[in-house]
């Protein structure tokens, strides 16, 4: 006999519905019970996303059975302000703001690096790896791939809405509170290698005779050696700073 049960999906979780994106009730019909973490992902919506379930009014996991009549009420994640432990389905999300981002996200890995925040980014790695990097560095996976955000084993991840690089920017800013964390010009935007203060005189071999010439202040990349300068790009990069900031 079939069964059915109605899942409601609450605030951005919507963004994820292909269709009854205004109620949010989406009422799925099955034959086998499975879990409820299974019937969310077949709404489309991916379990990284999610930090409270509701079975008819009583908090449970992902591992919940599903049963006939069943009302679910689906919640996102609080990122920014503290649940009932005991209430949340996934891990409590990192401490610190480690990130790691997909292919398609290298202009927000720039900006994010730009603030001072960690983000590891390798065009090279493949949707596999980069679960295995956000497992193994509890690293919180950034991306625009919807399906990479339901691996089984993947525990932090969030599906970026902006297509423009600064608005993306502004979103996960806003989503992960990193306002208060901005530490800008402390990280290398080409590797995320952390930048440190490098005397004129041990790297003058390397610069041009025209900033050899006008500058004095230099970092070097701890990990790639790449130095950097308050040249003409600085005014532009520091109002991307300072629009941040004002948000």
């Known amino acids: 006999m079939t069964k059915s049960a109605d899942l409601r999906f609450y605030a951005e979780l919507r963004d994820f519905l292909s269709f009854d994106r205004l109620s949010g009730t989406v009422t799925r019909s099955f034959d086998v019970a499975g879990s409820v973490k299974d019937m969310i992902e077949a709404c489309g919506v991916p379990h990284t996303e999610v930090d409270v379930i509701l079975a008819n009014g009583?908090?449970?996991?992902?591992?919940?059975?599903?049963?006939?009549?069943?009302r679910i009420g689906v919640?996102?994640?609080?990122?920014?302000?503290?649940?009932?432990?005991?209430?949340r389905v996934g891990p409590e999300p990192p401490s610190e703001?480690?990130?790691?981002?997909d292919v398609h996200l290298g202009r927000l890995t720039r900006y994010l690096?730009?603030?001072?925040f960690d983000a590891a980014y390798d065009p090279g790695t493949d949707d596999p790896q980069l679960v295995e990097v956000s497992t193994r560095d509890s690293r919180v996976l950034l991306t625009r791939d919807i399906g990479l955000l339901m691996y089984g084993v993947l525990e932090y991840g969030y599906f970026v809405r902006a297509v423009d690089p600064f608005e993306q920017l502004t979103e996960v800013a806003r989503r992960f509170d990193l306002m208060g964390?901005?530490?800008a010009f402390t990280r290398c935007v080409a590797c995320n290698g952390a930048l440190e203060p490098v005397a004129k005189e041990d790297i003058?071999?390397?610069l041009a005779p025209r900033t050899r010439r006008h500058y004095d202040d230099f970092r070097r990349c701890a990990d790639c050696a790449h130095i950097y300068w308050k040249g003409s790009h600085y005014a532009r990069l520091q109002k991307v700073v300072d629009r941040i900031r004002d948000l």
Do not use: H, K
């Open 204 to 206: 003058a071999d390397r």
């Open 181 to 183: 964390s901005i530490d």
């Open 97 to 101: 703001s480690r990130l790691v981002l």
């Open 113 to 116: 690096r730009l603030l001072g």
């Open 58 to 70: 009583g908090a449970v996991d992902f591992a919940y059975r599903m049963q006939d009549g069943d």
């Open 75 to 87: 919640y996102p994640r609080f990122w920014t302000f503290d649940i009932e432990p005991s209430w």
